[in-house]
């Protein structure tokens, strides 16, 4: 198996679950960039949508307004 961002060696490995000490599942990881694959993040890229070409957003996705982050002058 090669890796999909860098197309080098992925050797299996044992994941371990950072929610729980205990449970464990098998992944495949990039001897080179250490690229980690499980079965959730193959789930998760099979449903990923494709961005759009021309940039445009779908409509209802703008973001909100930003505000009250505004940068405060720290000069002394
Ligand atoms: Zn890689």
């Known amino acids: 198996m090669n890796c999909s961002r860098c197309r080098g060696l992925m050797v299996g490995t044992v994941l371990l679950d950072t929610g729980s000490s205990t449970d464990s599942f ?7 960039c250490g690229e ?5 993040i ?3 890229r099979k449903h990923h949508l494709e961005p759009r070409r021309n ?4 409509p209802g ?3 909100a307004k930003a505000g009250g982050a505004k ?3 720290m000069n002394i």
């Open 61 to 63: 996705s703008l973001p």
């Open 26 to 32: 098998s992944g495949w990881q990039c001897l080179q």
């Open 36 to 40: 980690v694959i499980d079965p959730g």
């Open 71 to 73: 940068r405060k002058n």
């Open 42 to 44: 193959t789930a998760n």
């Open 55 to 58: 940039g445009a957003r779908p």
